[in-house]
């Protein structure tokens, strides 16, 4: 039976595409933006987050752990080398400190879930979005949770960076009625360095998607110091130009409410003195972009 691996199903979603929707969210991303707001969806097996400050300092997971990992020395530490991130810690961590974020799931599974909320998908115009992470990491599964939606008369949307090969996205596009294509700057140079990958393949299937037909709606998270300089809006701008087919424009502004979640998982925040840009700010960069258009 096909499986995948989730991190999260939000239900009564209101910014993941049109009306109220169930945001179902992927793990493995194969891109490493600094700005990441979802970074437990990044690797695409389960992890270990632990969250300090509701750390009760009880003790009960110490015994619990299979690899005698945890120790507490004035404060409760986890050896990293020896965690296994089996999740066992966590069904005794009575605050909720310790959590496994990413559980296997079949196609079923999920569309159980899914249908919980038809009769809001039909009033609002809602449905399902597949997010992440990158759902398009887990080809297959997205696939056929999408192809499921479509036989259940459910409105689907796709949220992503559009890093995969083209006949994936061509194949998914079959079975996707909306695209939230997420597009971050320009310059291949300055996106391999805050991204971790090569626009190139962005770009061409952004534009190969559009010329399918398919129903887009481009999101450029506005990230200051990085993608907010004129040129690369201005560029921004004429690249989509050329793309009549995109339905919408939408410029998000960048913000820090992930911070917590790169602590609980050991990683380095890497933008910490960069702030959420302005309303003003951001309607600059809108018009600096759909002049253009």
């Known amino acids: 039976m096909l499986t995948g691996i989730i991190f999260d199903i939000k239900r009564y979603a209101i910014n993941d595409g049109p009306g109220i929707r169930t945001a179902v969210f992927l793990k493995g991303c194969p891109l490493d933006c600094w700005w990441c707001h979802n970074p437990e969806g990044r690797a695409p097996h389960p992890q270990l987050m632990f969250r300090a400050n509701r750390c009760a300092q ?19 530490v986890t050896k ?6 089996c ?54 599964f997205v696939i056929e949770l999408l192809r499921a939606c479509k036989a259940h008369a459910i409105h689907t949307t796709l949220d992503t960076s559009g890093y995969a090969p083209w006949d994936v996205l061509a194949e998914v596009a079959h ?41 887009i709606i481009v999101r450029i998270p506005l990230i200051p110091g990085i993608n907010d300089d004129e040129d690369n809006l201005r560029r921004t701008g004429h690249f989509l130009a050329d793309l009549p087919q995109v339905t919408r424009v939408e410029v998000l502004p960048y913000h820090d409410i992930a911070r917590a979640k790169y602590s609980a998982l050991e990683l380095a925040y890497r933008l910490p003195e960069v702030l959420t840009p302005s309303s003003e700010r951001l309607e600059w960069a809108r018009n600096m972009i759909h002049p253009c258009l």
Do not use: W
Request: proline share 3%; hydrophobic share 40%.
């Open 58 to 76: 009880c003790g009960a997971c110490i015994p619990a752990c299979p690899q005698s990992a945890i120790y507490l020395d004035g404060i409760v």
């Open 80 to 85: 990293a080398d020896l965690c296994t991130e």
């Open 87 to 140: 999740g066992v810690c966590t069904q005794v961590c009575v605050n909720g400190a310790r959590e496994l974020v990413g559980r296997t799931v079949t196609v079923e599974k999920v569309l159980v879930e899914v249908e919980r909320d038809v009769v809001f998908y039909d009033q609002s115009g809602g449905g399902v979005t597949l997010t992440g992470g990158e759902p398009l990491f887990q080809p297959r």
């Open 175 to 215: 079975v996707t009625d909306l695209f939230l294509y997420d597009l971050k700057m320009m310059d291949e140079e300055r996106h391999r360095k805050f991204t971790g990958v090569s626009n190139r393949l962005i770009l061409a299937n952004l534009r190969r998607l559009a010329e399918t037909g398919a129903q």
